[in-house]
């Protein structure tokens, strides 16, 4: 088992960085691939960055390619979100995944909810313009 708890949310105004953390513990997490995603009500969760095992890859949503960047640290068994140039559409409810195994297979990137098996509990960020 694996346990992710976000933290660093808040509200921001638009145009504002914030980091967002993801805190692991459990079985190695540096043996998982992570991934952030991120849901506003009434829709459904989607894709927003994962990184590789190693922090070696990573891959980003069109909507955060250039803003947001994805870090791990595995000795401290966390993983990192830092979003930069907040918009209000970035509002949502974020939450941290991790996936036993790897991040892709061929050409596929594991984009998907379903591909993920352990989720946090999600952390608010608000954007106001």
């Not at 459990?26 to 994962?50: C, D, I």
């Not at 000795?75 to 195994?101: F, I, W």
Request: glycine fraction near 10%; aromatic fraction near 14%.
């Amino acid at each position: 088992q694996v346990q992710l708890v976000e933290s660093g949310g808040g509200f921001m105004q638009a145009g504002d960085s914030l980091r967002l953390s993801c805190a692991a513990s459990g079985r190695t997490v540096s043996t998982y691939s992570m991934a952030w995603f991120r849901q506003v009500p009434g829709k459904e969760r989607e894709f927003v960055a994962l990184i590789s095992w190693s922090g070696g890859s990573t891959y980003y949503a069109d909507s955060v390619q250039g803003r947001f960047t994805i870090s791990r640290d595995n000795a401290k068994n966390t993983v990192y979100l830092q979003m930069s140039r907040l918009k209000p559409e970035d509002t949502a409810v974020y939450y941290c995944a991790a996936r036993l195994g790897t991040h892709l297979s061929g050409s596929y990137y594991y984009t998907a909810v379903h591909d993920y098996d352990y989720w946090g509990q999600g952390t608010q960020v608000t954007v106001s313009s």
